[in-house]
């Protein structure tokens, strides 16, 4: 066997691997697929004769691909959420035991990937490279450019958000008053009513066909934060969706002659709406359980 092939045939083990753990850290099944390729065009190019663990080197390679990726996707500053995120940041340490942990990560399903949209590159990367892959934070840390002690600091803060805004953590009636709210609120032009339900950081993210579909579904650009843009965005809108569970938790969706067109997942902290997502993509759409709600 030669080397090309024996190098084709260890990527090829952990294929599916690699394709998990980007499609947590990007959210989409496409870019997911762009991460695992890039990842095989670096491993095709380098030298890999003195690496020991393979599986290990190609988990820090695709993360540093998809960290890249996140960083081009999201020009926000890692700063920007906190007062501070140097090393010794004096940040409170998370209290989690490991199987909560493990249940935090596990149990949100899709909703996790609009927590996730939240967090700051780095958060992200660390939160799902430590809790949902087993990675510890001296191997975490060089990937952020942190120490381990900073990178166990962004995934403790990730951490917490994401406990905050998980849905298991929310009463799903009170979900579906907030959505039902919405809805109303935004049918019938209730600038006020909108912005009484959405928290001032929130965050509108569209994937690329809604953003395409544009002005046809909500006049949407590719992202929007901040309240008073948001309710903007859905001002006198919204008249033909119906509300819906989305990958479990409660949100909205426009369908047309039966078939899901557009999919508005929500995030909900609180009695605040913190995050919506469009995804209009057929394929992210056919992996979404949709079910509209009487």
Excluded at 9 to 38: P, T
Excluded at 91 to 117: H, K, M, Y
Excluded at 258 to 264: K, L, N, W
Excluded at 266 to 293: C, H, N, S, Y
């Amino acid at each position: 066997m030669t080397e090309n092939h024996w190098m084709a045939d260890r990527f090829e083990a952990d294929r599916e691997r690699l394709s998990a753990v980007a499609y947590r850290m990007l959210g989409s099944r496409s870019e997911a697929e762009d991460a695992v390729q890039e990842t095989w065009v670096r491993l095709s190019r380098t030298d890999t004769s003195d690496v020991e663990n393979m599986s290990g080197w190609l988990t820090t390679v695709i993360a540093r691909v998809c960290l890249d990726m996140l960083r081009s996707r999201d020009s926000r500053r890692e700063d920007s959420l906190t007062t501070g995120d140097s090393e010794t940041a004096d940040l409170p340490e998370d209290r989690a035991n490991p199987e909560e942990q493990a249940l935090i990560a596990d149990s949100v399903g899709f909703a996790l990937l609009v927590v996730l949209d939240t967090l700051t590159p780095t958060e992200r990367l660390a939160f799902v490279l430590h809790d949902m892959f087993d990675l510890s934070f001296d191997e975490i840390g060089p990937i952020v450019g942190r120490t381990p002690t900073a990178a166990r600091q962004l995934a403790s803060r990730a951490r917490r958000r994401v406990r905050g805004a998980s849905p298991r953590h929310e009463n799903r009636s009170r979900q579906r008053e907030i959505v039902d709210a919405f809805l109303a609120a935004s049918r019938g032009g209730d600038f006020d009513a909108l912005l009484s339900l959405l928290d001032p950081d929130v965050v509108l993210r569209a994937d690329e066909v809604a953003a395409v579909m544009g002005a046809s579904v909500m006049g949407a650009a590719k992202e929007v934060r901040g309240a008073r843009r948001v309710a903007e965005t859905f001002a006198g809108r919204a008249r033909g969706a119906q509300p819906a569970l989305i990958g479990g938790a409660v949100g909205f969706a426009w369908a047309q002659a039966g078939e899901t067109r557009v999919a508005f997942a929500m995030t909900i902290t609180g009695d605040k709406i913190t995050g919506i997502e469009l995804i209009a993509d057929p394929e992210r759409l056919r992996e979404l359980d949709v079910q509209f709600l009487d």
